[in-house]
């Protein structure tokens, strides 16, 4: 198993990155078979009223449950892959390792082919992932920067560099005080994240509880 290496990266909200997640040729392995077996789509989204392919392309997975609204549109999810099912069980443990308790029914898996593809700003705090959701965004290829900047405030955007085969965990209060954007960057090279999320189903379990527990 490779060695973790933890580092906080602001006090408050809770921000970490893990470099080391899965050791280097596990990492390697686990690209190849994303990149090669998922069936990557460019969906269009409407922004003021115009249709525009994402600049990017995506996958959607998860368990049967876990639908995703997002600009208007109901994402279905795909059956988890077992490579992917098998990095969730690895993040989820390397979390406990933080005292985080998270669970994770669904997964936004992004494509980059190069530093053209990007995605803007945003937070992610849709309703569905209830209140002050943990989010673990497991990187794979081309080292980029996740860019963040303050709601509120002055305090200075600040970029965090994300290494092959590393992990970047946004905690409660990130996604209501931050923004985050990959922008575009002459960095040549596939890139491939993994966002790891908790929707919450309707009339479903308590999961609200159990993110409520991780604070
Ligand atoms: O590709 C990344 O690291 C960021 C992805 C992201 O922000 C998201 O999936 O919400
Ligand atoms: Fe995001």
């Not at 973790?4 to 909200?13: D, G, I, V, Y």
């Not at 988890?80 to 406990?96: I, K």
Request: charged letters at 25%; a neutral charge; one cysteine or more.
């Amino acid at each position: 198993m490779a060695m973790a290496e933890w580092q906080r990266l602001t006090a408050s909200p809770a921000l970490y990155r893990c470099q080391g997640v899965l050791g280097e040729s596990e990492a390697d392995r686990a690209l190849a078979t994303l990149n090669a077996e998922l069936a990557w789509q460019r969906p269009a989204l409407k922004l003021y009223g115009r249709e525009h392919p994402i600049p990017r392309t995506q996958v959607w997975m998860g368990d049967d449950e876990a639908h995703y609204r997002y600009s208007g549109r109901d994402f279905q999810p795909e059956p988890w892959h077992p490579t992917v099912a098998a990095l969730r069980n690895r993040v989820v443990s390397l979390l406990e390792e933080l005292g985080l308790r998270a669970r994770f029914n669904s997964v936004l898996l992004n494509r980059y082919e190069d530093g053209n593809e990007r995605m803007g700003w945003h937070s992610d705090d849709e309703p569905e992932l209830g209140r002050d959701p943990v989010i673990a965004a497991l990187s794979l290829g081309a080292e980029r920067p996740l860019r963040f900047r303050w709601k509120r405030g002055d305090a200075k955007p600040f970029n965090v560099w994300l290494p092959h085969d590393s992990l970047l965990v946004m905690g409660p209060g990130c996604q209501a005080q931050l923004q985050h954007a990959l922008l575009p960057r002459r960095i040549p090279g596939l890139r491939i994240s993994l966002t790891f999320r908790q929707v919450l189903v309707p009339g479903g379990d308590s999961s609200a509880d159990d993110q409520r527990a991780c604070r």
